[in-house]
């Protein structure tokens, strides 16, 4: 099924940056073009969500090469929300830089490097080969040293010398993966690496590549090797945190999904327990380091760990149901978390600190803000009928049916319920100390306007309803894209039809 | 200092334009043996760097065209990406190329492939590209000279 829309939410992108490059000094064209951009992005990627609805798996040869031997790009349902999601969020978060980011970092190509970020993103989720994953991670992760370090501030720097070493040590551990398992097993091709892992047998051998392969994703994903995040996270400026805490380590998740659902999946008793004891113990550091902090943008650092935890802990669980789970939790995870990003970035843009201990009543002045941030908290804590509720009651559902073979899944969902706890109690201490109490500061006495910055921020809060409220109606698609996950079949006879 | 550089520069001036003539060789030979576009692209890059060396920088840079590198890396990819997407109007996959066979004059049964022109935009990404960071590279220097 030749189909040539596959490519353009990498290429709309792509093409957007190099012409923005080419005209440096129109910063107006910059912004409306790159909204432009991410607008039809999104369109093309929800009428990809209707073809794969009604066709199946859709996928494009490159060059009209077959697949083991040519590079293919594949949608599949799972791919194919997720694409939607992330031009989505780009669009709100340039609609917040548009008012926030400053025109310096503007004038230094920062619309440009933003869409070579998202063109990253979205090759990471379309490629159907392992070694054009690397590449697309390369592609995003550079645009992300260039955006982390933008501005040029002293803790910035500090921050992406750290950001870039960690993220150069685990592409080249990937590289060395990709290396060990093309020795083993003479392909790169997602599809083609799931029947020769199932007709050689996931040896120890491979068990151990999948074990690398788990580290390098886990550093990217911050799974458990989260101590890189929270420091460059919180030194960005909002707009560009916003679009890391949303994105980046949901690629990273992806990758895992699609590593050890579809070729890594013979020995989850190793693989996917090894990923169970991660996840809580993420879960867990993340909680402690987002209830122990005192300052928005770490908190809101460790709250992205948390997520990642969460999300991986259903993975980790393996059942069909968990899986909706995932698959519902993940989006919401990634509008709600640049949803948090943006208020909180509102709110130090406001008082001109990130200290909670120094703000106090900016409900007074600011309603709209301290209930859209209410509704993020509560959201994000699963409270119902808002988006992380299905989630999370699904995930922690299964692992509670399943702790009665093996009780590890006990202490799993245990874990997943406490760090909603830890999730509430974090965001409840920002909205307490925030928005709570009296209020110092006259509109005139702030630091700065919140003039268009709330848009956003609505936008974002919307859908994060709709995704609760309507979850019923977003089911089939949403039962699709588990279905296809979890039958490596599925994929394998879309892309590889020739062959096999 | 004022340093003699006399050799240097005489075999400069001769071996850049065997250096150049060598990479329109390796970047036709490209198409069906090795060579191709980055390569052909950074041999003239190597060139110019040789010049950058030999001379100095402000020298060699009012001799070449008033271009900005970083437009011509941009300018490049962007070729290369519009090339790719040529296929999109015959309704054959992205990055699908064709060929054909021309009988010229002088040159006899010559072969004409579209992938040439997505070459041409890597050898100027290449090209742009290596020179850019030659280039700012060079200007830091004279920061700290000063």
Redesign the interface.
């Known amino acids: 099924m030749m189909n040539n829309l596959v490519v353009l939410p990498l290429l709309i992108p792509l093409l957007a940056g190099l012409i923005m490059a080419m005209f440096r000094k129109n910063i107006p064209f910059h912004r409306w073009f790159s909204l432009f951009s991410f607008s039809l992005t999104f369109a093309v990627s929800l009428y990809l969500i209707h073809q794969v609805s009604i066709g199946g798996i859709q996928i494009l040869e490159l060059g009209g090469w077959p697949a083991p031997f040519g590079i293919v790009l594949v949608v599949d349902m799972l791919s194919a929300l997720l694409l939607t999601t992330t031009s989505f969020v780009g669009i709100a978060c340039i609609l917040f830089a548009f008012k926030s980011i400053g025109e310096e970092r503007e004038q230094f190509y920062f619309y440009p490097l933003f869409q070579f970020l998202i063109t990253g993103v979205n090759g990471s989720f379309l490629t159907g080969d392992l070694f054009n994953l690397f590449v697309c991670f390369e592609v995003m992760l550079i645009s992300s040293y260039v955006l982390l370090s933008l501005g040029g501030t002293r803790i910035q720097f500090r921050e992406t010398i750290k950001y870039v070493v960690i993220n150069s040590l685990s592409s080249t551990l990937f590289l060395v993966a990709v290396a060990y398992l093309y020795a083993s097993v003479g392909t790169l091709n997602i599809a083609h690496l799931s029947i020769r892992v199932a007709e050689a047998g996931q040896t120890g051998f491979m068990t151990t590549i999948a074990i690398l392969f788990l580290t390098v994703f886990s550093l990217k994903a911050a799974l458990f090797l989260f101590f890189w995040l929270p420091g460059s996270y919180s030194a960005a400026p909002t707009a560009i945190a916003a679009v890391f805490g949303a994105l980046l380590t949901k690629v990273g998740i992806y990758a895992i999904f699609r590593m050890f659902y579809l070729v890594f999946y013979h020995q989850p008793e190793i693989t996917h327990a090894l990923m169970g004891v991660m996840a809580a113990l993420t879960m867990l550091l993340g909680g402690i380091g987002a209830v122990a902090h005192w300052d928005i943008r770490n908190i809101l650092a460790y709250n992205v760990i948390i997520g990642v935890g969460f999300i991986v802990s259903g993975l980790a669980v393996f059942t069909y149901v968990a899986l909706i789970g995932v698959i519902y939790y993940i989006i919401h995870d990634m509008v709600m978390k640049a949803l948090l990003f943006l208020l909180g970035g509102t709110m130090i843009r406001i008082v001109g600190t990130s200290k909670l201990k120094e703000m106090s009543g900016l409900i007074r002045n600011h309603p709209l803000l301290g209930w859209l941030f209410f509704i993020a908290a509560f959201s994000l804590a699963g409270v119902p009928p808002l988006s992380g509720f299905i989630g999370k009651i699904l995930i922690i559902q299964e692992g509670l049916a399943k702790g009665a073979a093996n009780a590890g899944f006990y202490w799993l969902a245990a874990i997943g319920l406490l760090s909603s706890l830890m999730i509430i109690y974090s965001l409840m201490k920002i909205f307490i100390n925030g928005f709570w109490g009296e209020t110092f500061l006259t509109r005139n006495m702030e630091k700065g306007s919140t003039k268009g910055l709330l848009l956003p921020c609505v936008l974002l809060t919307t859908v994060g309803i709709l995704w609760g409220v309507g979850a019923e109606i977003f089911y089939p698609v949403i039962e699709q894209a588990a279905k296809s996950m979890l039958n490596p079949n599925f994929y394998i006879e879309a892309v590889l039809r020739e062959v096999v | 200092m004022k340093t003699n550089d006399v050799i240097l520069q005489t075999v400069t001036k001769v071996a850049t334009f065997i250096i150049l003539t060598f990479s329109v060789y390796l970047f036709l030979a490209g198409h069906h043996n090795p060579g191709g576009g980055f390569i052909g692209g950074l041999v003239v890059a190597s060139a110019i760097t040789l010049l950058f060396l030999a001379y100095d920088v402000k020298t060699v840079r009012a001799g070449l065209p008033p271009v900005d590198f970083?437009?011509l890396a941009?300018?490049g990819?962007?070729l290369a990406?519009?090339t790719g997407?040529g296929?999109?109007v015959f309704?054959?996959?992205?990055?699908?190329?064709a060929f054909g066979e021309l009988d010229l004059p002088f040159f006899g049964n010559t072969e004409f492939a579209t992938s040439v022109i997505f070459d041409v935009g890597v050898a100027l990404a290449v090209f742009g590209t290596a020179l850019s960071i030659i280039y700012t590279i060079s200007e830091d220097m004279c920061i700290w000279r000063r």
């Open positions: 970083k437009i941009i300018a990819v962007l990406v519009i997407m296929s999109f309704g054959k996959p992205f990055l699908s190329h």
